[in-house]
């Protein structure tokens, strides 16, 4: 059997933090959307269990342990009992350290496959559970869609998205660890001024008005990221200067983008973007987080 699988990254529209919860995690509050920026993976039946990755651009990512990718297919093993392996192939377009989600993508594109491979059996939910013990966000990529995420991660609600989104991504800086920006927080504290409005904000998604969409975004992680990686600032204001009607930081960072009104003033954007900033990406939001392309028995 074969299996080729679009793992799609994803944007914060909002970002809160409600406080700390007693096992140390944090309580989010956050507002997402899939775009169609995506990795592509193929699994095959094998014997063994391999990975061979194929990095683009500044989306490096290893093949070893450190990869989510191996790590979802080992703890999909362990659970079921299964015996045989698979033959994995990542093509990776997101980039790493980003905020995109892009690890978090690829896990729930295996835990996806290999379970409809391997025929485990295992529902959404059982599904879901076992990639919150991979990481916060594999529960909405398994998902996908636009949801308000809050809890660690584990709590998951698919919201209606009006129409599509367009939206220019750049990563201007080396990537940002997500311990390093959450300790700063704690440090520094939130203003209240930094807090989004993600009810506001799942409204005008939902009726597709962007205008107000655009004053109820944010992330109060962003000022954290910006003292840590200054040209984070430099970038959110040049996507304003090419017209995007607000722009920000997505996830811990390093990557930031901007919405347009329309496809015509984002691709503008991002072709004069990319003279500053090459790694400047155009997308749409997306309906889904995976999406199996093909499958051959």
Not at 142 to 166: A, D, F, N, S, Y
Not at 171 to 187: I, N, W, Y
Request: hydrophobic letters at 40%.
């Amino acid at each position: 059997m074969m299996l080729q699988v679009r793992a799609r990254g994803k944007v914060n529209w909002t970002l809160d933090v409600l406080g700390q919860l007693p096992n140390g995690y944090h309580d989010l509050d956050m507002l997402l959307s899939s775009v169609t920026l995506c990795d592509l993976l193929e699994f095959r039946e094998s014997e063994e269990l391999t990975l061979t990755v194929n990095s683009a651009g500044q989306s490096f990512a290893p093949a070893d342990d450190k990869n989510l990718v191996l790590r979802a297919a080992r703890l999909l093993r362990e659970e079921t009992g299964v015996k045989v392996g698979a033959d994995i192939k990542l093509k990776k377009y997101i980039p790493v350290c980003a905020g995109m989600g892009g690890g978090s993508s690829d896990a729930a594109a295996t835990l996806l496959a290999l379970n409809m491979m391997w025929k485990c059996g295992l529902t959404p939910d059982e599904l879901s559970s076992l990639g919150l013990r991979i990481g916060a966000d594999v529960p909405f990529c398994l998902k996908g869609g636009l949801c308000r995420v809050k809890g660690i991660g584990e709590t998951v609600m698919p919201l209606r998205m009006g129409k599509p989104v367009h939206l220019v991504a750049i990563q201007p800086c080396r990537g940002l660890s997500t311990k390093e920006v959450f300790d700063g927080l704690h440090t520094e504290g939130i203003a209240e001024e930094d807090r989004p409005d993600s009810d506001l904000a799942a409204s005008a998604l939902e009726t597709g008005d962007i205008r107000t969409l655009s004053r109820a975004m944010g992330n109060v992680l962003q000022p954290v990221s910006i003292r840590k990686r200054p040209r984070l600032r430099q970038a959110i204001q040049a996507l304003r200067d090419s017209g995007a009607m607000a722009a920000q930081m997505t996830g811990s960072g390093s990557v930031v983008y901007g919405i347009y009104p329309n496809a015509q003033k984002c691709r503008e954007a991002m072709i004069a973007l990319q003279m500053q900033y090459p790694s400047a990406r155009a997308m749409l939001t997306a309906d889904s987080g995976v999406e199996i392309v093909e499958a051959e028995t």
